[in-house]
């Protein structure tokens, strides 16, 4: 199984940028999907989820309104739309997909496959 995260590059603040993140070996359909972030020196956050139906999302407060996560059942992807970045939003991002939600997906300690990350650079 692997996720090929890709997308990532040097961008700046104020434009847009859109993450993918691709499997193999494994369908996407019944998982829950995700992207996380770690910034230098920080420690991985959740970004955003989105459901298996595609119907449900979720995003932590620092991203909510400008990130859209998004999901293809017949490209088998997941994508992140990044728009009005920030300086602040420099960090890998990693994809992420497990069976099921909740606190443990989001702190990161209960996820099934992880991406190889891929680097967002905003200059100010």
């Known amino acids: 199984v692997q996720l090929q995260a890709s997308g990532g590059g040097l961008v700046q603040a104020g434009t847009s940028l859109k993450l993918s993140c691709a499997a193999s070996?494994?369908?996407?359909?019944?998982?829950?999907l995700g992207w996380f972030r770690q910034a230098a020196g920080r420690q991985r956050e959740f970004a955003a989820e989105?459901?298996?139906?595609?119907?449900?999302?979720r995003y932590v407060d620092a991203v909510m309104g400008r990130f859209t996560i998004s999901r293809d059942h017949a490209k088998n992807t997941v994508n992140l739309q990044m728009n009005s970045l920030k300086p602040d939003d420099t960090a890998v991002y990693y994809c992420?997909?497990?069976?099921?939600?909740?606190?443990?997906?989001?702190?990161?300690?209960?996820?099934?496959?992880w991406g190889q990350g891929t680097l967002v650079t905003v200059s100010s």
């Open positions: 989105i459901t298996w139906s595609g119907t449900y999302t």
């Open positions: 992420a997909a497990n069976r099921v939600s909740g606190p443990t997906f989001y702190s990161g300690k209960e996820v099934a496959y």
């Open positions: 070996g494994v369908t996407f359909g019944n998982y829950v």
